[in-house]
């Protein structure tokens, strides 16, 4: 179903020929490959305080991950079901050994909700993962860095402007400028 809303979007889809080592590379890439401008084309579907829907973050971070992977990387949304799982994980990522989970959420909404589903006993325990990550998209004034403070070492925070002109990630220690404004833009 997910592959079919990419074809849509996109008509013909080249994808990647890199094919990936790490979770944190897969999602440096597919966080720079994102469309950021059709998600600001998406705000007008937002709630009464602007910020983004996440099934819409959901959707389009899909679509580049999809780009940022080989034919024979299996990206898949809405898992859970076929594993048995008691939950539904948003995103996963299949190649060769390789079994990732993505999970996304915004401004940090329900964070430690998020990270106990990960947990031993947590409902994604049964899809056996070899890693997984939580990605959060926050909007800032500025795309500054935030800080969160939990016990997971997993979170990616992507900071963006209201624009989305401005565009930063940040996981642990390590930060990125992924888009800076351009006067075109």
């Known amino acids: 179903m997910w592959h079919l809303f990419?074809?849509?979007r996109l008509g013909y889809v080249e994808r990647s020929s890199c094919a990936p080592t790490?979770?944190?590379?897969?999602?440096?890439?597919?966080?720079?490959s994102t469309d950021y401008k059709s998600i600001r084309e998406?705000?007008?579907r937002t709630l009464f305080n602007e910020i983004l829907l996440e099934r819409a973050w959901q959707m389009e971070f899909y679509k580049a991950l999809y780009l940022s992977t080989p034919n024979n990387c299996i990206t898949s949304a809405d898992v859970g079901d076929v594993f048995e799982s008691r939950g539904v994980i948003?995103?996963?990522?299949?190649?060769?050994?390789?079994?990732?989970?993505?999970e996304l959420l915004r401004e940090g909404d329900r964070l430690d909700e998020h990270i106990r589903r990960?947990?031993?006993d947590g409902p994604y325990s049964r899809l056996q993962l070899t890693?997984?990550?939580?990605?959060?998209?926050?909007?800032?004034?500025?795309?500054?860095?935030?800080?969160?403070?939990?016990?997971?070492?997993?979170?990616?925070?992507?900071s963006y402007d209201e624009g989305l002109h401005n565009v930063s990630m940040s996981h642990g220690e390590e930060s990125w400028i992924i888009r800076l404004a351009a006067s075109s833009d």
């Open 6 to 8: 990419v074809k849509t």
């Open 22 to 32: 790490t979770l944190q590379g897969v999602i440096l890439r597919a966080v720079k």
């Open 42 to 44: 998406q705000f007008r």
């Open 90 to 102: 948003d995103l996963t990522l299949y190649y060769g050994d390789l079994f990732w989970g993505i």
């Open 118 to 120: 990960f947990a031993l």
């Open 131 to 158: 890693d997984y990550c939580l990605l959060d998209f926050q909007r800032v004034p500025r795309a500054a860095q935030i800080a969160i403070t939990t016990g997971s070492e997993n979170p990616f925070i992507v």
